[in-house]
T-cell receptor
Framework: DAGVTQSPTHLIKTRGQQVTLRCSPKSGHDTVSWYQQALGQGPQFIFQYYEEEERQRGNFPDRFSGHQFPNYSSELNVNALLLGDSALYLC??????????????FGPGTRLTVT | GQQVMQIPQYQHVQEGEDFTTYCNSSTTLSNIQWYKQRPGGHPVFLIQLVKSGEVKKQKRLTFQFGEAKKNSSLHITATQTTDVGTYFCIYNQGGKLIFGQGTELSVKP
């Protein structure tokens, strides 16, 4: 049973460019969340997708957008990249909602460097 | 929004010593989750606490949720080098994990 997978592992982009990161959730999971982790900091919640819709959003600008596909995989898009967007981007998946707050399984992350 | 403060930010111990990290909130929390992130790795779920005064153990790790559900602690007995990493106490707000700074533990062999 594969866990959460993310691609690519590493990425180098230039300021102003756009980037797309991808995530496949753990088998049986339908909810995908994205986090940004700057060096030495805890992860910051970007947004969460469930049933192909954005359900919750953190304090990130509209340059950050996402999508969830019918197979529950997800993409994170960042437009007009800034140097400050350099970080580890983590995807996490969780089980179908039962009314509780289930644990989240994190992928290995995508290390984005903006130069 | 909910804020969870964690102390200390860093802890350096000799292998075999005990370690404790504390988590506090100004408001009552419906749950606390603990995650561990190894250097260069990703967060891994350890445990969830939901009941007032709850205590759970995992081998050398003891997790506690305060009676008022405003604080929590993680205690590691007789640390080993494999315990190295950052421990996060987190409030799960309907699927949105609110991370603090975490406590970075280093263990000297």
């Amino acid at each position: 049973d594969a866990g959460v997978t993310q691609s690519p592992t590493h990425l180098i982009k230039t300021r102003g460019q756009q980037v797309t990161l991808r995530c496949s959730p753990k088998s049986g999971h339908d909810t995908v969340s994205w986090y940004q982790q700057a060096l030495g900091q805890g992860p910051q919640f970007i947004f969460q997708y469930y049933e192909e819709e954005e359900r919750q959003r953190g304090n990130f600008p509209d340059r950050f957008s996402g999508h969830q596909f019918p197979n529950y995989s997800s993409e994170l898009n960042v437009n007009a990249l800034l140097l400050g967007d350099s970080a580890l981007y983590l995807c996490a998946s969780s089980k179908p909602r039962t009314g509780g707050d289930s644990e989240q399984y994190f992928g290995p992350g995508t290390r984005l460097t903006v130069t | 929004g909910q804020q969870v403060m964690q102390i200390p930010q860093y802890q350096h111990v000799q292998e075999g010593e005990d370690f404790t990290t504390y988590c506090n909130s100004s408001t009552t929390l419906s749950n606390i989750q603990w995650y561990k992130q190894r250097p260069g790795g990703h967060p891994v779920f350890l445990i969830q606490l939901v009941k007032s005064g709850e205590v759970k153990k995992q081998k050398r790790l003891t997790f506690q949720f305060g009676e008022a559900k405003k604080n929590s602690s993680l205690h590691i007995t007789a640390t080993q080098t494999t315990d190295v990493g950052t421990y996060f106490c987190i409030y799960n707000q309907g699927g949105k994990l609110i991370f603090g700074q975490g406590t970075e533990l280093s263990v000297k062999p």
